[in-house]
């Protein structure tokens, strides 16, 4: 088993443990029921920023495309609500050697936050954590294409209104191209090899 394998072997070993827990001991976050649309928007650009903000060093990043559906029934009427979604495209480059520790702080915030880890999938190229708030916004993070992570959040179904972009300025330029462009901001930690270190585990 390479280094990069046993890295996320100990990654999902680490979530099947916790996901039986934690589920039961989280805080709610505020009531949500008489939101709408754009205040969901809101609540889901806040979420994704305390994510990003508890990352050291901190990463450069993108909003990658808004979008809105509307909900319906089981015979497809309108509920007169909608769900939006949100993405984020990190713009730092992160080596293979660093993807488990990235996904590890991402893990360590949201539980810490009272979030429940929905699901892992374990892959030494693609990886991703999913999660959900108590008030049932769903997370996710993922590796894409070249190693890119990505950040994704989708709100539950609110009154339906309009809906605005991102009021959060990104801390990189937006790059001219289809989305998403590949990341191209080297750092330091995060776009070097060496040891990474996963719940306390050190790998070299």
Request: proline content about 6%; charged content about 20%; aromatic content about 8%.
């Amino acid at each position: 088993m390479t280094n990069l394998r046993l890295l996320f072997a100990l990654f999902v070993l680490a979530m099947a443990a916790g996901c039986g827990t934690r589920a039961d001991t989280y805080a709610p976050e505020g009531k949500t029921s008489d939101m709408n649309m754009r205040q969901a928007a809101a609540k889901a650009d806040a979420i994704m920023q305390r994510t990003l903000s508890a990352i050291r060093p901190e990463l450069r990043w993108n909003h990658g495309p808004s979008n809105h559906r509307i909900c319906t029934d089981s015979k497809n009427d309108s509920l007169g609500a909608g769900s939006v979604k949100r993405r984020i495209a990190v713009m730092t480059i992160v080596s293979k050697e660093r993807r488990g520790s990235l996904l590890g702080v991402v893990e360590r915030d949201w539980t810490a936050r009272g979030y429940r880890i929905t699901s892992v999938r374990a892959s030494g190229e693609v990886p991703a954590m999913y999660a959900s708030t108590p008030d049932d916004f769903r997370i996710r993070v993922a590796v894409g294409g070249e190693g890119q992570f990505f950040f994704s959040i989708t709100t539950p179904c609110f009154t339906e209104s309009a809906v605005p972009d991102p009021a959060t300025e990104p801390n990189t330029p937006q790059r001219a191209g289809e989305y998403p462009t590949r990341p191209d901001v080297y750092d330091d930690f995060w776009s070097s090899g060496g040891g990474v270190s996963v719940a306390g585990v050190g790998i070299s």
